[in-house]
């Protein structure tokens, strides 16, 4: 199963901006502004999970349904694809 991190903090810089944060990727030079969950994502995965533990995780502060599985899948992609997230 598919581990997922957040991008080396060496390589990422995040500065929060009233309710956006600021992510500066300095390995490809963008800017990226984002929105919650995206910024507390990138926190929880500091330390490699997968899908299912990030998803438990989060299942422990929030009520999520299984269906929130597939929209948080959705979210990883669009990190990952961004340079944000990485397979560990």
Do not use: K, N, W
């Not at 995040?14 to 994502?41: C, F, K, M, W």
Request: charged fraction near 20%; proline fraction near 5%; aromatic fraction near 4%.
């Amino acid at each position: 199963m598919t581990r997922f991190r957040a991008a080396d903090p060496a390589t990422l810089r995040l500065v929060a901006l009233d309710d956006l944060t600021l992510a500066y990727h300095r390995a490809s030079g963008i800017t990226h502004v984002l929105a919650s969950p995206a910024p507390e994502l990138l926190a929880l995965l500091a330390e490699p999970m997968t899908l299912e533990a990030l998803f438990d995780r989060l299942a422990q502060e929030f009520e999520l349904v299984d269906c929130a599985r597939d929209a948080l899948a959705a979210r990883l992609g669009e990190l990952a694809a961004a340079g944000l997230v990485a397979a560990a």
